[in-house]
């Protein structure tokens, strides 16, 4: 492993302000544990614009924050968690172990999820884990999430969607998330007229009329 890897850049996003200073003294040390806070946050909004100002490696994420929620941080980092060359991953540092909370962050996109009395070390161990792109969970919430997306209730195969190929996807991912098709051809490197193609055969193949149904047609199934 060359000296980069060996490193992580980690927000915390807590509510508690001497929270954040326990963990930042007990894991933040590059010399010794390779962990680097890049940045501390108390709310959603705050969380949002650090993350995308430090574009770290992992997030350290609280369930229950002012603004929304742990869950609200993640619904508007997407793009930054779908980054191809440098994802943001996110990690759940909560006290609760409510499985609904755990639920609903895995759901939202977090890679995992350990409660506060992990010890520093298995801290910095998670941290690198997730960095690394695996999942890492507290013994006994691993099993809510193994019940949750094994239920009976898990969304059927989508035929609808089935129809649609990998790039038109993409596409209908980033329409329903409000952006323009400008920032669309930028971001998948094509045209705005590949755009629009795509766009129409998405609607056309959807039967939907415009991308205010679009969007609605993706949020229900959790797309966006």
Sequence with gaps: MSEEQHRARVVLVDDHRMFRTGVRAEIGRPEETGVEVVGEAADVDQAVSVIAATRPDVVLLDVHLPGGGGVEVLRRSTTLMADPEHPVRFLALSVSDAAEDVIGVIRGGARGYVTKTITGSDLVKAVF??????????????????????????PPV???LDRLTQREREVLRLIARGYAYKEIAKQLFISVKTVESHVSAVLRKLQLSNRHELTRWATARRLV
Excluded: C, H, I, K
């Design 129 to 154: 884990q997730v960095a690394e792109g695996d999942a890492v969970f507290s013994p006994r919430l691993a099993g809510f999430v193994l019940d949750a997306f094994a239920s009976t209730d898990a």
């Design 158 to 160: 989508d035929e609808d």
